[in-house]
């Protein structure tokens, strides 16, 4: 997966990391709930479970939960 997502060549300093904010929207498939993954401590799972589009793509477990695309259930959460 790092040859297409190099967390590693991503800003270390959290001043350059800090802003703009980065939010990942995932829907729980269990509850429907939005699940919010924050930038700074994003894993993989996250990325990917926020990209699994249904039913194209299983639910990814991600934080304990089974997500799927985050804008399955819901709008980006932007504000």
């Known amino acids: 997966m790092t040859k297409h ?9 959290p001043a350059r990391r800090a802003k703009p904010a980065l939010l990942i929207g995932a829907t729980d498939v269990q509850s429907g709930d939005r ?7 994003l894993t993989q799972d ?3 479970a926020s990209a ?3 039913p194209l793509y299983r639910a990814v477990e991600a934080s ?6 985050g804008l399955f259930s819901s709008n980006p959460p932007v504000r």
């Open 52 to 54: 699994a589009v249904p």
């Open 64 to 69: 304990g939960r089974l997500c799927w695309d």
């Open 35 to 41: 699940v919010i993954f924050a930038g700074e401590h």
């Open 5 to 13: 997502l190099p967390f590693s060549a991503l800003p270390s300093g």
């Open 46 to 48: 996250q990325l990917v």
